[in-house]
């Protein structure tokens, strides 16, 4: 059955962006953050998280450590009973060091691979989901997807409940 969904980008919407935060330690929420997620879980929406990493191909980091990260953040947020149903992240760049990932890959935003794919394997009700990025690459995917889409505010739940109550 179609669902709406949620697009969230990482790093600027749902924690904090440090730059590159790869260790969980490192990885600290933003407000409205778990009771924005609960609010998309009971009204029903699919969660969907996709972020470039291209800490991974400039050697920053391995995909293992992201993987490892999202893992705990899934795990964590089971205790609030949410859930996420998708993650998906771009370990690609054109300029990076680590030479199976570096290059130009449509799974990277402003492309929008990584949501396609998720289309693909999730019935979604995409006149009523929407993205929320904190970068122009993340409005061109939304856009790109036909997604709606708006900048990160500063308390998610606030802006998720805006969205809901609007669509």
Same mark, same amino acid.
């Given at each position: 059955?179609?669902?709406?969904?949620?697009?969230?980008?990482?790093?600027?919407?749902?924690?904090?962006?440090?730059?590159?935060?790869?260790?969980?330690?490192?990885?600290?929420?933003?407000? +409205?953050?778990?009771?924005?997620?609960?609010?998309?879980?009971?009204?029903?929406?699919?969660?969907?998280?996709?972020?470039?990493? %291209?800490?991974?191909?400039? +050697?920053?980091?391995?995909?293992?450590?992201?993987?490892?990260?999202?893992?705990?953040?899934?795990? %964590?947020?089971?205790?609030?009973?949410?859930?996420?149903?998708?993650?998906?992240?771009?370990?690609?760049?054109?300029?990076?060091?680590?030479?199976?990932?570096?290059?130009?890959?449509?799974?990277?935003?402003?492309?929008?691979?990584?949501?396609?794919?998720?289309?693909?394997?999730?019935?979604?009700?995409?006149?009523?989901?929407?993205?929320?990025?904190?970068?122009?690459?993340?409005?061109?995917?939304?856009?790109? %997807?036909?997604?709606?889409?708006?900048?990160?505010?500063?308390?998610?739940?606030?802006?998720?409940?805006?969205?809901?109550?609007? %669509?």
């Amino acid at each position: 059955m179609k669902k709406p969904a949620a697009f969230l980008d990482r790093d600027g919407v749902i924690n904090f962006d440090f730059g590159y935060v790869y260790k969980y330690k490192d990885f600290k929420l933003k407000p +409205g953050v778990v009771k924005g997620l609960k609010l998309l879980n009971k009204n029903k929406y699919r969660i969907f998280i996709i972020s470039n990493q %291209s800490g991974i191909a400039r +050697g920053f980091f391995r995909k293992q450590d992201v993987e490892l990260l999202h893992k705990k953040f899934k795990k %964590s947020l089971k205790k609030h009973k949410i859930k996420i149903h998708d993650i998906k992240f771009s370990p690609f760049h054109p300029q990076g060091k680590i030479k199976r990932y570096a290059k130009k890959s449509e799974t990277r935003k402003p492309d929008n691979l990584m949501v396609k794919q998720i289309l693909r394997k999730w019935p979604t009700d995409v006149q009523n989901s929407f993205m929320i990025g904190d970068k122009n690459s993340d409005k061109i995917c939304a856009k790109k %997807s036909s997604l709606y889409f708006e900048f990160a505010k500063k308390n998610l739940f606030e802006q998720i409940k805006n969205i809901i109550k609007n %669509s």
